[in-house]
């Protein structure tokens, strides 16, 4: 079996829209992480969290950190490839890594890891992530 | 012929983000915006202006009013049905309505009416509509 | 007694960020009504609601309509006047006005009206605007 | 002397408005990034690029990189500090680093750096950091 299949992966596009440019010509640097966090919801739904439940079951993975390298910048009306998969993780916590690029050319546009743990709401105490993780993605386990 | 059918209009989805929403629990006010404008812009495409080529022929539409009715509120994961036309115009002005509905019920959550021209840049001089408006969408002039 | 006295003002300043602006050169639409809300959010506490305070009383007054006029751009830097007043109210429903100006110029730019209830969460039942307003801000009355 | 006072810093503060929070009851983490982008627009000026003027100048600095930690979280009308200072620079990169904590007990709620470039407009080429950088700020240099 080939371990790369069972490793959650996402894709997701984007079109940019003016509200995602600045005065500088091109895609600001915080509307980025709009568009992954679209995808990373999306993902989430792979791991098992449905953003529409989350309210109700009170328990929400949260980033706790995000690094982002800005490699060229996306213009008005570029339509973006953004993938997102999950990397690793260990008891609680976990790395999604995405990567945003051009339709058009495939150039790599964004690189972006992000941190993340499950908490419990509204008092936010992390969780342990749930066992079925070491059985299902037992090779992304660090 | 029925002019409805000449009526340039276009649909858009949009699915409930984190960012979208707010502490109350419910969508922010101003997100519902974006999901307008991105609407637009692809009846913008409809009416003659590619959001792709605005920044070279210098000349794009701007919202110079809009009017929007918060009618019931949009929640986290959320599926939305944006619904956008071609309301009226006249020799420089022009509106659009759009209604936002909840997909899974068709229930009315937004009603807006913006109001745009278009203007040259970098002087954001106004500028007349094009003449085939008027053979096109004839039963819309005001 | 001057009944304009009574009438509850708020001031507020903003300087426009990249994040404000977008590839036309200007704020993008969007961007003011975050500037009014900011400023909306502190004429709220005159008028007897602590946004601190919103998330425990599970009350909370939100915007049912907007009106806004988009008269002049901003750019990048400017700064920028916020004035807000309370307009009029009923028995339920009141009425908030809004000017920004540029600073250099005190040149109009955004004119805006926001419609308000106050709603009881999560629910989000509207509640009956306090008794004192009749005394305090009668001449607001319609 | 001490070099300290040679660093390049900046404070400004912060009042969390409902557009920050999220349905989670907490500031959404894209809205830390505005708090921190008016925090280095200040910053920048004191190391001599004025916003209102990069426009006509058409050379700016941009965000490369972005890293940053949430460690707790801040809530709906939280004020907050930011504080933001030069931490190193080389023959074109820079480094800002970023804290936002809570003012009522000055508890750290985000760490975050920042690697940056100034670009050319429109074709964005890297330019050199200014020479003066070395004299002033020489004890920064890496």
Redesign the interface.
């Known amino acids: 079996m080939d371990p790369q299949n069972n490793t959650p992966a996402m894709e997701t596009t984007e079109?940019v829209?003016?509200?995602d440019?600045?005065?500088?010509?091109?895609v600001?640097?915080?509307a980025y992480?709009?568009f992954i966090?679209?995808n990373r919801?999306f993902l989430a739904e792979k791991l098992g969290w449905?953003?529409?439940e989350?309210?109700d079951l009170q328990q929400?993975p949260?980033?706790?950190?995000?690094?982002?390298?800005?490699r060229r910048?996306a213009?008005?009306?570029?339509r973006l490839i953004v993938r997102g998969e999950l990397e690793k993780f260990d008891h609680a916590r976990f790395w999604c890594a995405f990567t945003i690029r051009r339709e058009t050319d495939n150039e790599l546009l964004i690189n972006c890891r992000q941190m993340l743990v499950v908490v419990k709401?509204?008092g936010?105490k992390v969780m342990r992530l749930p066992p079925y993780w070491e059985t299902d993605f037992g090779h992304l386990k660090s």
Chains 1, 2, 3, 4 share one sequence.
């Open positions: 079109r829209m003016f509200f440019t600045d005065a500088g010509g091109v600001h640097n915080i992480l709009r966090e679209t919801s449905k953003l529409g989350m309210m929400c949260v980033v706790v950190r995000t690094e982002i390298d800005y910048p213009r008005l009306w570029d709401l509204p936010m």
